[in-house]
Structure formats: C-alpha cells, structure tokens
C-alpha cells in the first residue's frame, strides 16, 4: 500500500523510476565486453578472432568459454586474454571496470599505444601483462595506489619515459615486474615489502646504485 501523504501516481512513478535506475547500472557481462571491443581496432586477424564476440551467445556459459580471448569461471570473466592480435585503438577501462571477477589481462604482443590505462580503476588485478606493445608516456607516481592484490605486472618492451612509479614499491602482493626495454630514467626505487622475486629493469636509462633489497638478484635483471 502506498504510504499515506504520498498520492498514489507519484507512488508509482517512484517505484518505476528506481527500477530503471537498478537495470540501467546492470550490465551484462556480454553488454560491458562489446562496450571494451568497440573502440578496439585491429591491422591483422583481430577483427576475425574477436567475431565471437557477438549476441548470440553469453561470453561464459559456467566454467566454459563461448567467446575467443576469455577466461570464464562460474559463469563469470575471470580473464581476458587478447595477444598477438595487431591491436590498437582505446583500452576502456571503464568498461573493464564492470566486471566483478576481472582478475587478469594480458594485452600482450600488440600495436596498443598511448600512455597507460589507469589500471588502478579496475577492481582486484592479480596479474597484468602489456608487455611488447607501443606505450609510451610518464606513468604518475600515483598510477598503481590502490591495486593491494597486484601480484605480477609487465610492461616490458614499451617506450615508457621518466621514473620507475614509486606506488610499485609499495604493492603489499608484488612478486613479479618486469619493466626492460623501456626509457625509464632516474634511479631504481627501494622497494618497502621485500616480496618481490623477480625484477627486470634492464635495457632502460636508469642511473645510481642498486638497491640493497636486491642484492641477491641476478645481474642480467640489471643490464643495460
Ligand atoms: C557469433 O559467435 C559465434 C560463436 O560464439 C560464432 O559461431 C558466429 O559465427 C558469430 N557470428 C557472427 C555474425 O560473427
Ligand atoms: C565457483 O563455484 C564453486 C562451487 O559452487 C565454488 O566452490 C567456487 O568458490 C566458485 N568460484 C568463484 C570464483 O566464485
Ligand atoms: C597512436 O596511434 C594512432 C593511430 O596510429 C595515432 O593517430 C596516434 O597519434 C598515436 N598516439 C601516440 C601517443 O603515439
Ligand atoms: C632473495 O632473497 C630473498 C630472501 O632473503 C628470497 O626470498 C628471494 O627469493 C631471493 N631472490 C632471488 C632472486 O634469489
Ligand atoms: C631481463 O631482460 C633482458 C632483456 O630485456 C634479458 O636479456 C635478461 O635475461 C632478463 N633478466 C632476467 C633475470 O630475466
């Protein structure tokens, strides 16, 4: 029954317009993924592989993948895993953001270009891979605050410039980085939680001495 100062047709025109704010900030899984695909573009057989991702069938039917490039559990993205595709064009991460279980994404081998994607807005990343793509840019000090279940990231073989961000230092979960093959200047940071089994910093710009917490590293890490 509608409460009582509250006539009936405002009662009811209430209820419809929550409701529609309810269904419009639920997309489905397939809906958020055609979002990521659209401003994707591809020099090579992207275009052909990522047909699969179409209406006609969810992108997860339990742990069973009906789509090309993911990584399904429950019914639920888990993973995305688009390489040697020719890729470019805009990483939405916005729309990555939507999906509850995304936990790894590997972009690797790719044309992607541009400064790098603010990762951080993506709930709870275990693992990242970017590597040997066309990044470029400073990364903020700031870029990966936040992201406390980050385990591994690479982001080798890029063009990134200026200092190693000094929020990996911090990632309570780190144990894998590998930033080579970048222009990275300045010194290598100490990194705070002595996790981290392995770093590549090799092939950069970076000057100064190494830090003690990395002693036991192999020099090749280093090099260059
Ligand atoms: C849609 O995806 C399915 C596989 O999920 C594929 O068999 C079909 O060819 C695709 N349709 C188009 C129009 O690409
Ligand atoms: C998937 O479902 C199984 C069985 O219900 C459960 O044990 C498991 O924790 C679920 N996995 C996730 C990621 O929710
Ligand atoms: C990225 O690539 C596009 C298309 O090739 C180009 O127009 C754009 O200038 C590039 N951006 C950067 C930052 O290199
Ligand atoms: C360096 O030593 C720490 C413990 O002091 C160990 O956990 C880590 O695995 C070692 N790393 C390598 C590359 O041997
Ligand atoms: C670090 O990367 C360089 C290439 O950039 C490679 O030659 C070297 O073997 C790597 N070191 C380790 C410990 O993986």
Redesign the pocket.
Known sequence: MAPNNLPLGRFIALILLSLQIVHTSCKSESEVLLDFKQPLESNSNGGILLSSWNSSTPPCSGNKENWDGIFCENGTVWGLKLENMGL?GVIDVEALNELPGLRTISLMNNNF??TLPSLNKIGELKTVYLSNNKF?GNIEANAFDGMGSLKKIHLENNQFTGSIPVSLTTLPKLVELNLGGNQFEGEIPDFKLGILRFLNVSNNRLQGPIPASFNNMSASSFSG
């Open positions: 470019s270009n541009g470029s």
